[in-house]
């Protein structure tokens, strides 16, 4: 059954850092790319960055770049979002997506807070 599960989310203060991770099942490579997703209050769902996993390539949203970094760790099957920096527009639920050719697969989500 193919499953994305994220964690790390949290409450920090502006200026912060977090890391999230998502874990794949059955595999990593179950999955062309994998990204991660925000969502604010009363906002749409709006990409953060994502990895194409073949290619080791990665793009992100201009309000994240410099800030936010995708990395992976095939051997944990893990995609990881790493964010520094942190502000008060970066809070919402962020979540792990996963494509395959024909599917998309999402994660349940993970809340991230920034307030001092």
């Not at 604010?40 to 073949?54: A, C, E, F, Y």
Request: hydrophobic share 30%; charged share 15%.
């Amino acid at each position: 059954q193919v499953q994305l599960v994220e964690s790390g989310g949290g409450l920090v203060q502006p200026g912060g850092s977090l890391r999230l991770s998502c874990t794949a099942a059955p595999s990593i490579f179950s999955f062309y790319e994998m990204g991660w997703y925000r969502q604010g209050p009363g906002k749409q769902r709006d990409l953060v960055g994502r990895i194409d996993l073949s290619r080791g390539s990665t793009n992100y949203a201009d309000s994240v770049k410099g800030r936010f970094t995708i990395s992976r760790d095939n051997a944990k099957n893990a995609v990881y979002l790493q964010m520094n920096s942190l502000n008060a527009e970066d809070a919402a639920v962020y979540y792990c997506h996963g494509g395959m050719y024909g599917n998309d697969y999402w994660g349940k989500g993970t809340q991230v807070t920034v307030s001092s």
